[in-house]
């Protein structure tokens, strides 16, 4: 099997792994498109060009002991669009082919992830046969490598368009690619290339082919990790080339093979493709079991909600997420509270209503509502909170829940904007329908609130202590006291500082 046969069958398990995986902080290399010698866009359905990503030599090969950095792809574009490549540190030497044109391209310190979450930039890589090209931002230091964390605007100072101006400014070496490079790649052992090389023919939308010698693969080998792969790109392709009752078949027929091979949410999005729902809760079943991680519980209690119309089932789910979070008290709940799992209060509510609890569901619906939401999650409960209102007209807490929401919302809108009028409107019809909400500690946390958002900030203060009224050892109304001095009343420095302290101290 020739060297190229042996590229094309390990597409799958890296494809998946990596574009899968999400940077946490920025980081990666954008490759924003490629052009042939003579300029022209190279578009991934054009069929002449072949794009492998390889891995960088050993550490034990470089005299400093420093490599590999290594980068992987992420998948840009349709197949009627320009290539377009984002590369991390998962492999780090990219080879382009046009018959037996070659161009390779190592690329050495990149940035790596970094806490403001910039990316470099390349606007265009032209296609020159024939050459190999490094690059490092050690060269503008005079040596390489380079610390890949130091120097985040590296690219973006010089104003790096394309490899011509990586060439001008001394950011690239230029070395011819001789004949003997290229058999060295041709002549890499057979059993080792599935962790060599992989290649991008997502861009190419070679599936067909990519089948036909991922069998071969399983037909010739004896290494049974080669043949999962082999096995798993087959499944991926019948996946991309819609052919679901293929793909079906072939999971059901080698699911445990394929669980080793693609795993976690990777195996999940493409369970999902082909409607495999029970195989995809055991996917979840899977990750739940290896982890106590919130996000796993509550992405699996989300699926059993909204896919397999189990609410009951998704409760127990939400019930292990809502573990992160400080708990409730709702006759002493501070407005300002932050835990990132408060949705799951939020939908463990609509599930204990779907399961007809109209005692707790509406209770965690309030308490999701008082932990801090950003204004990017706020538009989502005001869409689910109207809704719930038509469905539950006569819910007191349902009307005091969208109250809270509206008045949140309200305060991250521009003042006497058409959204803010509107809202606090809905909060006020919302607060009006709550018969003798008067009574209840959050109801005058949630006027105390409204009347924040409306810009009365000593009607605010004076609401506040009608929630301690209702709840004499409460501290939250005293953090609320000094939210709203620090932010519209700054000249009452006294008030301010004796509202801190009662927030803050253990004793009144």
Request: hydrophobic share 40%; glycine share 4%.
């Amino acid at each position: 099997m020739d060297m190229r046969k042996e590229i094309l069958f390990s597409l799958f398990l890296f494809c998946s792994a990596v574009s899968h995986a999400q940077p946490g902080g920025g980081g990666d290399l954008v490759i924003e498109g490629f052009t042939d010698e003579y300029g022209n866009p190279i578009y991934r359905s054009d069929s002449t060009f072949d794009f492998f990503i390889l891995p960088s030599e050993s550490a034990s090969e470089r005299e400093d002991g420093k490599f590999p950095y290594y980068l992987s792809y992420y998948l840009n574009g349709s197949a009627n669009e320009p290539v377009k490549l984002t590369l991390n540190k998962a492999y780090s030497r990219l080879l382009i082919c046009r018959g037996e044109e070659m161009m390779f391209l190592e690329f050495i310190d990149m940035l790596g992830e970094n806490a403001s979450g910039r990316n470099d930039y390349i606007q265009k890589m032209e296609f020159i046969p024939g050459f190999a090209y490094t690059l490092s931002r050690g060269f503008i230091k005079g040596n390489y490598p380079w610390k890949w964390d130091d120097d985040e605007t590296w690219l973006s100072e010089y104003g790096i368009k394309n490899l011509r101006m990586l060439e001008q400014h001394g950011l690239v070496k230029r070395e011819p690619f001789t004949e003997r490079d290229k058999k060295k790649l041709k002549e890499l052992d057979a059993e080792s290339v599935w962790n060599q090389a992989v290649l991008y023919s997502q861009v190419l939308q070679r599936f067909e082919k990519s089948i036909l010698y991922s069998l071969e693969v399983i037909e010739d080998s004896k290494d049974e990790m080669r043949s999962q792969m082999a096995l798993s790109n087959i499944f991926f392709c019948f996946c991309a080339l819609q052919r679901h009752s293929d793909a079906r078949e072939m999971y059901l027929a080698n699911k445990q093979s394929l669980k080793k091979a693609i795993y976690g949410y990777a195996l999940i999005d493409l369970l999902r493709k082909i409607n495999l729902k029970q195989e995809i809760l055991e996917v979840y079943d899977d990750i739940c079991s290896q982890s106590d991680y919130a996000w796993y519980w509550y992405n699996r209690g989300m699926y059993k909600l909204e896919e397999l119309k189990d609410p009951k089932g998704a409760i127990l789910d939400f019930n292990h997420a809502i573990q992160q979070c400080k708990e409730v008290n709702l006759n002493e709940a501070d407005i300002f509270e932050y835990c990132e799992f408060n949705r799951a209060f939020w939908v463990k509510g609509i599930a204990q209503l779907k399961w007809n609890n109209f005692q707790e569901g509406p209770q965690n619906l309030l308490k999701a509502s008082v932990y801090f939401i950003n204004n990017t999650q706020l538009p989502s409960y005001i869409k689910s909170i109207d809704s719930l209102q038509t469905l539950y007209p006569d819910h007191a807490i349902i009307h005091l829940t969208a109250a809270l929401l509206y008045s949140k919302s309200a305060t991250e809108q521009v003042i006497q904007s058409p959204i803010y009028l509107d809202h606090i409107q809905r909060a006020q019809d919302a607060l009006s329908k709550v018969d003798r909400g008067e009574e209840v500690f959050l109801w005058w946390m949630v006027k105390a609130n409204l009347l924040r958002a409306m810009m009365k900030p000593n009607e605010a203060i004076a609401a506040a202590k009608g929630a301690l009224n209702k709840s004499p050892n409460a501290k939250s109304p005293y953090r609320f006291q000094y939210v709203v001095y620090l932010t519209q009343l700054p000249n009452e420095t006294k008030l301010l500082k004796e509202a801190y302290k009662l927030w803050t101290s253990d004793t009144k």
